[in-house]
């Protein structure tokens, strides 16, 4: 009685075990990759698997097979039978969260010799390319990947027109297909060079403005990946370009300026970033005063002078009105000239030289005299 039940045990044992390893852990959840193989043959048709698992197994008298305990994983299923060749020379699975059904394949008698394509992928530096998926179509169809050695060959192929298509993430080839013809020979040689695609880079870019104005010569900064600085142009405008994906801190910075938001921070993630706004709410003073004497209408007055800290002259002008009065307004802290001239008239004084400190300037008088 022990002796039959260790002999059951094994037999059981030896049939959930039989026909595929897969590259899964004991903890994962498995699942199956099933399929029948119909057409002028069904039973005794061997199929193989190969990829993230292996195994092989055969048909049984209704052509079905299945390959059970399979991890989530990247698979290719290759049906062979000496005599017969089949519609599709393999079948590329990729098992995800499910069992894989209706891997099916269709056999036809073959009275004639068959052929293979073969070649090799490798990369414009001369490396070999490894897990590239090379895909045939024509007169039969399969997919099978390239090997430690970059090699492919697809097997089992009849005379006829025949297409293959390397494909892997993240690299462009050349030629990005190749046309064959098979005529009663294996056909060897048929390489592919592979190209690293470039580095896809975005941009980032807004504007700065001042009372819904540009901004004009504003620098603004980025720092996060990479550190640089741009200024803005006649619209306020500024763009940085070639930015890889990630996150980075925009800030304009003027001396005697201030700014809303002071800095952004913005991430990246596959697309270019525009609307990244700022401005200007730097506060501002008024300049104001008087013409009086022989003439207080039409006068010009001038405004010439440099904000604090800033590097560009600030020129203006304004006509005084009917009662002699001006203003200049939007003026940061800063030292100014205050000019009056009309033709035909002298004024008292000449120029008055005038520090704004926070806070507005009043009565920045001028009396008129014919000349």
Request: proline share 3%; glycine share 14%.
């Amino acid at each position: 009685m022990f002796f039959t039940t260790i002999v059951v045990f094994l037999s059981v044992f030896a049939v959930l075990f039989s026909g595929c390893s897969s590259g899964g852990g004991s903890s994962a959840t498995l699942y199956n990759i099933s399929g029948t193989v119909s057409g002028d043959m069904g039973q005794g048709v061997t199929i193989k698997l190969s990829g993230d698992g292996s195994g092989t197994t055969t048909t049984d008298a209704g052509g079905n097979y299945s390959f059970t305990g399979i991890a989530n994983g990247s698979y290719i299923v290759t049906p062979a039978l000496a005599g017969y060749i089949f519609t599709s020379t393999s079948r590329a699975i990729r098992v995800s969260g499910a069992n894989a059904s209706a891997v099916d394949f269709t056999a036809k008698t073959s009275t004639e010799s068959l052929y293979s394509i073969s070649g090799i992928i490798t990369v414009s530096d001369g490396e070999i390319l490894q897990n590239v998926t090379m895909t045939l179509s024509g007169a039969n169809s399969g997919t099978v990947t390239t090997d430690t050695k970059g090699s492919y060959t697809f097997s089992g192929l009849a005379n006829g027109g025949y297409t293959l298509i390397p494909s892997l993430s993240g690299f462009t080839f050349n030629p990005s297909s190749s046309t064959q013809t098979i005529g009663g020979a294996d056909i060897t040689g048929v390489a592919f060079t592979a190209t690293v695609n470039p580095t896809p880079t975005y941009t980032i870019s807004g504007t700065v403005t001042s009372s819904g104005a540009g901004m004009q010569g504003i620098t603004v900064s980025l720092s996060g990946l990479g550190i640089e600085s741009v200024t803005t142009d006649a619209g306020g405008r500024y763009t940085f370009s070639g930015l890889a994906n990630g996150t980075y801190i925009i800030a304009p910075a003027q001396t005697g300026e201030s700014f809303d938001p002071a800095n952004s921070s913005e991430t990246i993630n596959g697309a270019d970033i525009t609307g990244v706004n700022f401005t200007n709410t730097t506060i501002t003073y008024r300049i104001s005063g008087k013409v009086s004497g022989a003439v207080r209408a039409g006068v010009t007055m001038t405004l010439s002078g440099t904000a604090s800290g800033s590097v560009s002259v600030i020129s203006e002008s304004v006509i005084s009105d009917s009662s002699g009065n001006y203003s200049f307004q939007n003026l940061a802290n800063g030292s100014y000239n205050i000019t009056p001239t009309l033709e035909g008239y002298t004024f008292t004084p000449l120029m008055l030289i005038v520090g704004v400190s926070n806070r507005d300037i009043t009565s920045i008088n001028f009396t008129s005299s014919p000349q």
